[in-house]
Structure formats: C-alpha cells, structure tokens
C-alpha cells in the first residue's frame, strides 16, 4: 500500500518546480516511512483552487476521526443556510391575565429559548449588558408587583437531551462539553474556585461556584498536585445534580478556577429572573421550573410577549467558533441547521440536514458520517478530500470573504498562532486546527509563494508519538505547501 501511496503523490505534482516537488514529496513520504506512523491513518489532499487540479494527495478518500475541523463543515453549512445576519431570539412571555387593580400577574412568566449559544457569555458582555435585570424591568414596568405563578425556562426549541448520544462520559462533565440548549446561558458553564494545600496529594476543597446553581452538591476528589496547570476533570451529565470531580490543580493555590458544565441551563436562566424580580419587589408565588419539568401543559402556552433579545450576528459566532474553537456555539449551530431544514433541531435531523446540503452541491458524502458539529464525537468520520471539497465549494460563494477571514491565521491568531512562526506558512495559511487523543488534524486556505490559492486537509489518526511531536510532523507539510513557487 505505502508503494501505491507513493505513486500517487508523483502524479500530483505536474507542472509545478522540480525542486518544490521534491521537499513537498519529501515531506509526505517521512509521514509514510515515519516509525512513530507506522500504525496510523493518515488522510491528505491539497487542491489548486483557480484549476480544481489536484497539487498533491495521500489517501484523499480514507474516512477517518476528524475532530474539530469538523467546525469548518458546520460553520459553511450554517453561513450559506442561514445567512451571515442571522440572529437567534430569546423572548420573555407572560400567560394568563394582569389584575391592573391589584398589580397581580395570574400566571406565569416564560423565557422562551431560540438556540442562543452565547446569551450572557462574557465574550458579549457590551451586546446583552446586565440582560436579567432588564428583562425583571420590562416585567415589572407592565404594572405587576406580584405573580401567583412561576418563572419557567422553556428550552424545547432544541431538543431536550441536550448531549449528542456519541459523546464520551468523560467529556460531558466538562466545560468543552457543555451542550447544546433551546435556552443556554452563560455558554452553558460554571466556574469552581479551589483552593489547594502546600504539598503534593494536599486534599483540595472548593471555595466558590459562579453563577450559584441551586441544589447542586460536587464530590471534591481533587488533590493538590506539583504541576503548573489544571489536571481537573468532571463528570456528571445533563440534569444530574450531583457531579464529582477528580484529579489534580497546582500547589497553594486561593482561587484556581476550573470550569464544568451546567446541568440545566434553563433551570438556571428561570432561578435567575425569580431572584432579581424578588431583589425589584416582584414576589413570586412559586418555584421557578423549565418546560421540561412541567406537567401542566396550560402552565407554557405562551400568550403575550413581553421583550425580546436577539443574539449578534451569525458570522461574528462563526468567528469566534473557528478561532477558539467553541464546541457550544458550533452545536448550536448545527441543531439550527436541523430547525431550519427539518423543523427539529436534534442532532441526528440536524447532521442529516447538513449531509444531504452538501450532497445537493455535488459532493460524493460517501464515507462522510456526521455525529456532531463541533467535532467531539469519535463516531464522526470523514476524508480530506470532503473538507476539500467543502471548502473549494466555499471559494465560489458569496460568503466565502466572510468564511474566510472567521479562519485564524497560521503564526497569527487563534488556535494556530504558535503554529508555522518564521516560516513560509505565517501569514499565509487560514486554517482550522482538530485535536483529540490520537487524533490530529488541520484544514484550510493556503497561498503560496507563486500566489497560488490552494484548498488543503490533512488528518492523521492513532500516532505513536506525542501531540506536539505529531504536530511538528503536520506543520512541516504545510510549510512545504507554503513554499510552493512556480
């Protein structure tokens, strides 16, 4: 097979110099021979976007675990689906009836989630402001000093599982695994300050958690460690209440902040405006609930629309998903996808969404399997040539300058500004970067040195060697990519 691979990659280089075939070549045949590769998938191509030629590639149809550059995928589906301005919607309701004599609401206040991932983040603070505060104002300016019912977090917009069913019990616990809500707040994420002890396997006790979360208890497993950085992991799933976290933080330590999933974000969102209309004189009869918890059914029929807030703009989400690499906000992305297309906004509708647009834009989705838009899953599964493929589709569509510059730089910005410094690649590689145990993977624009635009993908699956090393091997490609000069 490696005999085969080798062929190939002779024939993709025609038409370019002798010399800078050579170190291209070179480059991908040390991936080949590379011992700490000898078990690995590798998968590669690089196109020529003005020709659609290829200029070289390496198992260009092999599907394998691709990580996050499936964010490239999500994010160009949403941008041509939904458009660069689109916004998502929170609203706040009331139902029943106002006694305009007695200032008593007979009925309840409902916020209505529309798949927000970034309601509250402090990413926006300037774009919502102090939003519970407002919406308490806009409540109590309706003449209300009291409601005989509840607040309720209405979070059925999207679905209510919440975790797409692939992703590990490992990762859920986390704040990189936070998922998807109909109403998520804060990016669906608490803070716990630790405080640690003064010598290594110290017991740890928590100090803070922010925002507070009503009934949740953590089982602190946590020991002080002589490391320089957060060895914390959670565990505990949506709804659950009750989470343990274990591992290790750095030696004295007053405030070392881990961040873990929320349990129900629409619980929260709901606690939260029962708490400030108290705080503004507004008495509330009942405990604040979500739509899920409900079994009256009259309790969230929604009557009358009090305010609304709408989130910024698509394609400054999609920025800051492809830059830093948000797995929320590209989860958000995909079920809005699933609503758009299908009216339901799971993942399994949502993928399937997402699948059959590209399958319609003339690309073979053979092989390409779709779990989740963020890339988390293990079960998702796709080659090189697909990214390429989407991203050449890309190049010819009225949101690509929009598409293009939500990637970060190479040497520059985001996930990939360590990546490529003084070499031929800064500055002149935008590419998403993917990263899991055993999984590695780049994907993006590339403009040579004879101003060639090239499209490129390389993933590489169960290396032997270390992240950082598999990551020297990667960049070294993308250099030669770089170099190319006619």
Same mark, same amino acid.
């Given at each position: ?242 989470? &343990? ?7 004295? @330590? ?20 029962? &708490? ?163 999984? @590695? ?17 390389? &993933? ?27």
């Amino acid at each position: 097979m490696r005999v085969t691979f080798i062929v190939l990659l002779v024939f993709g280089f025609i038409g370019l110099k002798a010399q800078t075939i050579a170190n291209l070549k070179a480059e991908l045949n040390n991936l080949l021979q590379d011992a700490d590769l000898k078990n690995a998938s590798i998968s590669f191509v690089a196109i020529d976007l003005s020709t659609k030629q290829v200029v070289a590639e390496l198992n260009p149809i092999q599907s394998v675990v691709p990580a996050s550059v499936t964010k490239l995928i999500t994010t160009a589906t949403a941008l041509e689906l939904l458009g660069a301005n689109f916004q998502f919607n929170t609203s706040i309701y009331y139902n029943g009836f106002i006694d305009t004599i007695n200032h008593v609401l007979h009925g309840n206040i409902i916020i209505k989630g529309g798949g927000d991932p970034a309601l509250g983040s402090n990413r926006y603070e300037k774009h919502y402001g102090n939003f519970i505060s407002d919406w308490a104002n806009a409540i109590k300016s309706l003449g209300i000093d009291s409601i005989n019912g509840k607040v309720i977090g209405d979070a059925s917009y999207f679905n209510e599982q919440m975790i797409p069913s692939t992703w590990i019990w490992g990762d859920v616990g986390n704040y990189y695994g936070a998922g998807p809500s109909g109403l998520s707040i804060y990016e669906n994420t608490c803070t716990i300050d630790f405080v640690s002890g003064s010598n290594s396997g110290d017991s740890t006790y928590i100090s803070c958690v922010k925002p507070f979360i009503p009934d949740l208890e953590i089982e602190n497993l946590v020991k002080s460690k002589n490391t320089n950085k957060d060895e914390s992991y959670f565990f505990g799933g949506p709804y659950q209440n009750n989470k &343990m976290v274990k591992g290790g933080i750095p030696l004295n @330590r007053k405030d070392f902040s881990v961040k873990s999933s929320l349990p129900d974000p629409a619980f929260l969102a709901s606690y939260e405006l029962t &708490m400030e209309l108290t705080k503004n004189g507004v008495g509330v009869a009942q405990q604040n609930s979500t739509a899920r918890m409900e079994k009256n059914t009259e309790n969230i029929k929604l009557a009358t629309l009090i305010t609304e807030l709408k989130s910024p703009r698509l394609i400054d989400l999609i920025k800051l998903t492809n830059f830093y690499s948000i797995n929320l906000y590209a989860e958000h992305f995909m079920n809005q996808i699933g609503v758009t297309k299908y009216g339901s906004g799971d993942t399994e509708s949502s993928t399937q969404a997402t699948q059959e647009f590209w399958k319609q834009k003339g690309i073979d989705v053979s092989g390409m399997y779709l779990n989740d838009g963020s890339g988390l899953s293990r079960f998702n599964s796709y080659s090189a040539k697909h990214l390429v493929d989407v991203l050449t589709y890309m190049k010819t569509s009225k949101n690509f300058e929009q598409f293009y510059s939500s990637l970060p730089v190479l040497g520059k910005s985001g996930t990939v500004r360590s990546f490529g410094v003084n070499s031929a690649a800064e500055g002149n590689i935008r590419a998403k970067s993917g990263y899991m145990t055993r999984v @590695r993977s780049y994907a993006g624009y590339c403009t040579t040195k004879s101003n060639k635009e090239l499209a490129f993908a390389i &993933m590489v699956n169960n290396y032997n060697c270390s992240p950082t090393e598999m990551k020297k091997k990667m960049e070294k490609v993308m250099i030669k990519l770089a170099e190319i000069n006619e």
